[in-house]
C-alpha cells in the first residue's frame, strides 16, 4: 500500500511541475507575442518605428557586404530623422569602400548624415565619413590615410626551398598576375602600380569634392599619413572636434532635427532571420530596463563578414620595421 501510494505521489507531483513549465512556457510566448506587437506598433521603448536618430556603427574591414548596404538603404524610408554614422575603422577594399560611399551618399540625399568618428577613420573608413554631410573627430582620433596599397605574399622562395614548383599556363603574359606564386615580372608589377595609382587619383578627386579643397590642399595631405584630429580640423579634413553630442547638437541647430530624440541602434539583421530569437530577447532586455543584457545581446546577433583582401586596398596600418 504504502508503494502504491508513493507512485500516486510522484505522478501527482510530475504533473504538477508539468503544468508548471507548460505555464511558463504559455507565459513566454504571450510575453513575446507583446513584445512583438508593441515593436511592430512602436510603442516598445527602443523601437525605430519611432522618430528618432539612427545610429549606424561602421567597424573593422570595410568589404562593401550586402547586410551593411542593405542597412544603410532600409534607413531612407525609415522612421530616422537624422543618421549618425559612427566610424570606427581602417578601411578596406577600394571597392567596398566606394559601394558604402555611395549608399551613404544615396541617404544623404533623404536624410541628415553626420560621421562620427569614434576611433579612427583611416583610408577606406575616411572615404565612407567623407559620404555624411558633416565630420566630428574626437581630438586624438586617427583620421586620414589617403592612399591605396596592393599587397600580395609572395612565396615563390619558399616554394623552391622545400621543392614545390606550380606549372601556370597563361592565355596571356598579365592574366592573373602578379600571383604570388613566382617572381613578379616587372611588367607585372607595373600594371599592378597602374591600378593602384588609378584608384590613388578617385581617392584624391574625391576628398576635394567632398572637403572642398584645391588641387595644393589636397596634396598637403594626401601623402598617406594620418593625422589626429585636432590637426584633421586645421587640415580641414574633419569639420569639428567632439562625438555624438556635439553632432547632434549640430543636427537641430542646422538641419532643424527635433530636440532631445532619442537615439537608436541600426544594426545588420541575421541572414536567416529579421526579427529572430536574438532581436527578440533585445527588445524585452531594453523594455525591461536591462540596458547591458541588451547590449550583449545585440552583440551576439552579429555574424562575422570574411575579408576580401584579393582587390586594391584603401587600409590603414602601422607600418612594420625591416
Avoid: C
Avoid at 1 to 16: C, N, T, V, Y
Amino acid at each position: 500500500m504504502s508503494s502504491d501510494a508513493d507512485l500516486l505521489a510522484d505522478r501527482r507531483s510530475l504533473r504538477r511541475k508539468l503544468s508548471l513549465w507548460r505555464l511558463l512556457a504559455l507565459a513566454g510566448v504571450v510575453v513575446l507575442a507583446i513584445a512583438g506587437a508593441l515593436a511592430w506598433s512602436g510603442r516598445l521603448p527602443g523601437s525605430t518605428a519611432q522618430a528618432h536618430i539612427a545610429r549606424v556603427t561602421i567597424s573593422g574591414f570595410i568589404s562593401g557586404d550586402r547586410r551593411t548596404l542593405d542597412l544603410i538603404k532600409s534607413l531612407e524610408d525609415s522612421r530616422a530623422s537624422a543618421v549618425l554614422l559612427s566610424i570606427d575603422s581602417p578601411g578596406g577594399t577600394v571597392t567596398g569602400s566606394e559601394a558604402l560611399y555611395e549608399a551613404v551618399r544615396r541617404l544623404a540625399a533623404k536624410k541628415p548624415v553626420v560621421a562620427v568618428v569614434d576611433g579612427l577613420a583611416a583610408s577606406g573608413g575616411y572615404i565612407v565619413a567623407l559620404g555624411g554631410e558633416r565630420i566630428v573627430a574626437r581630438q586624438t582620433s586617427p583620421v586620414g590615410s589617403i592612399g591605396v596599397i596592393a599587397q600580395i605574399p609572395n612565396v615563390a622562395r619558399m616554394l623552391d626551398t622545400i621543392g614545390v614548383k606550380f606549372e601556370i599556363t597563361r592565355s596571356s603574359p598579365l592574366k592573373a598576375a602578379p600571383s604570388g606564386l613566382e617572381p613578379t615580372s616587372p611588367e607585372a608589377a607595373a600594371e599592378t602600380a597602374r591600378v593602384v595609382a588609378d584608384n590613388y587619383d578617385w581617392f584624391k578627386r574625391l576628398v576635394g569634392e567632398r572637403r572642398k579643397l584645391a588641387e595644393a590642399e589636397v596634396a598637403k595631405v594626401a601623402d598617406g599619413r594620418v593625422h589626429s584630429g585636432r590637426q584633421a580640423v586645421t587640415l580641414k579634413l574633419v569639420d569639428e572636434l567632439g562625438g555624438e553630442t556635439e553632432a547632434i547638437a549640430w543636427l537641430e541647430r542646422e538641419k532643424g532635427v527635433g530636440k532631445s530624440l532619442p537615439v537608436r541602434d541600426w544594426r545588420r539583421r541575421s541572414e536567416s532571420s529579421s526579427y529572430g530569437l536574438w532581436s527578440a530577447g533585445e527588445a524585452l532586455a531594453r523594455a525591461a530596463g536591462l540596458e547591458p543584457v541588451a547590449a550583449l545581446l545585440a552583440r551576439a546577433a552579429e555574424i562575422p563578414v570574411g575579408l576580401r583582401l584579393d582587390a586594391p586596398l584603401a587600409l590603414w596600418q602601422p607600418a612594420v620595421e625591416k
